[in-house]
């Protein structure tokens, strides 16, 4: 059974551009989270999406957002780039709604953002 | 906002020693996840705890449900090279709007 996979696994971009990531969930997994990784704060939800909506949003400034295609394969947008976007990061999925027991993130390997 | 604590930020070891994690919280969690990140590499599920006092093993690896369910641990046994990375805790509260969150990882070096 494929992993998740999230695409491209490294970005380069110039502060002031937008940029799109690309997340494949394990197959039969309904819900796709989103989360940024950085050195200094760890792991920090972004948001995540069930059934095509978003069920939960972390802190996060309206430049981040994400929309989820009926396959269930989900995207994530960031506008206006900033340098403090420079990150990894990770899409991870699930069977059922990320919040229900016994159903665990799987993560992918991530998305790999430099901001310049 | 939710806050897990791990500490120390790295930990040092001998191959074939055994080494213990803990992962604590001011809040109540009904779920505990534990994984392992490897560079380059996203976060790899390692064990999950539904239950407070609930000791869970997989392979090496041993991690316990606190009973105050404000805590967790993980333990792993007779470590060897490849156990090196860094180790995250995850909670999780039951609710609509509950998001698991992470602790800021362990990471944990094995000198051969």
């Known amino acids: 059974k494929a992993g998740v996979t999230q695409t491209p696994r490294y970005l380069i971009k110039t502060r002031g551009q937008q940029v799109t990531l690309s997340c494949s969930p394990i197959?039969?997994?309904?819900?796709v989270s989103w989360y940024q990784q950085t050195p200094g704060q760890g792991l920090q939800f972004l948001f995540e999406?069930?059934?095509?909506?978003?069920?939960n949003k972390g802190n996060f400034p309206g430049r981040f957002s994400g929309r989820q295609f009926a396959n269930s394969r989900s995207e994530m947008n960031v506008s206006t780039l900033e340098l403090g976007d420079s990150a990894l990061y990770l899409c991870?999925?699930?069977?059922?709604?990320?919040?229900?027991?016994?159903?665990?993130?799987?993560f992918g390997n991530g998305t790999r953002l430099t901001v310049t | 906002g939710q806050q897990l604590n791990q500490s120390p930020q790295s930990m040092f070891i001998q191959e074939g020693e055994d080494v213990s994690m803990n992962c604590t919280s001011s809040?109540?969690?009904?779920?505990w996840l534990w994984y392992k990140q490897d560079p380059g590499e996203g976060p790899v599920l390692l064990i999950a705890l539904y239950k407070a006092g609930e000791l869970t093993s997989n392979g090496r690896l041993t991690a316990q449900f606190g009973i105050t369910r404000k805590d967790s641990f993980l333990n792993i046994s007779a470590s060897i090279p490849s156990d090196v990375g860094i180790y995250f805790c995850a909670g999780r509260k039951t609710g609509a709007n509950s998001k698991l969150t992470f602790g800021k990882g362990i990471t944990l070096s094995v000198r051969p």
């Open positions: 197959s039969g997994h309904r819900s």
């Open positions: 991870a999925s699930s069977v059922d709604r990320a919040t229900s027991m016994n159903s665990p993130l799987h």
């Open positions: 999406y069930f059934s095509e909506t978003q069920r």
């Open positions: 809040s109540i969690f009904n779920t």
